[in-house]
């Protein structure tokens, strides 16, 4: 059983940040791709960022764009994220993913991926 392991997240102001860590604990080199979603309560789960490590890739969602930054290490199986001017839209739980998919393409749909951290909340106050 492949193992997630998620940190960071919690309470944060509107305007302010927070950061997000996640390791794939299994350290084979079958992963690939690794990648952060978000989730409301009762609704699917929302493509956030993506790396690609065979292709040297991240991509990030529009609304991450500018606001989400992307860390990863292909050799420690880790990927962070850094979110700066928080808005209370993105209080969710978040997610992170880990796939063996071997495509070309970036992943940004969770069917892709089949390994999955625990979720930590990150809640904005207004």
């Known amino acids: 059983q492949v193992q997630l392991a998620q940190v960071g997240g919690g309470t944060a102001q509107a305007g302010g940040s927070s950061r997000l860590a996640c390791t794939i604990l299994?350290?084979?080199?079958?992963?690939?791709?690794m990648a952060w979603f978000r989730q409301y309560p009762g609704k699917e789960r929302k493509f956030v960022v993506s790396v690609n490590w065979n292709q040297n890739s991240t991509t990030y969602a529009d609304f991450a764009k500018g606001r989400f930054i992307a860390s990863t290490n292909a050799d420690e199986k880790s990927l962070n994220l850094y979110m700066d001017r928080l808005q209370p839209q993105d209080t969710a739980v978040y997610l992170c993913?880990?796939?063996?998919?071997?495509?070309?393409?970036?992943?940004?749909?969770?069917?892709?991926?089949?390994?999955w951290g625990q979720g930590t909340h990150v809640i904005v106050s207004s």
């Open positions: 993913a880990a796939s063996d998919l071997i495509l070309t393409a970036p992943l940004t749909e969770a069917w892709q991926f089949n390994y």
């Open positions: 299994d350290q084979s080199s079958r992963f690939l791709n």
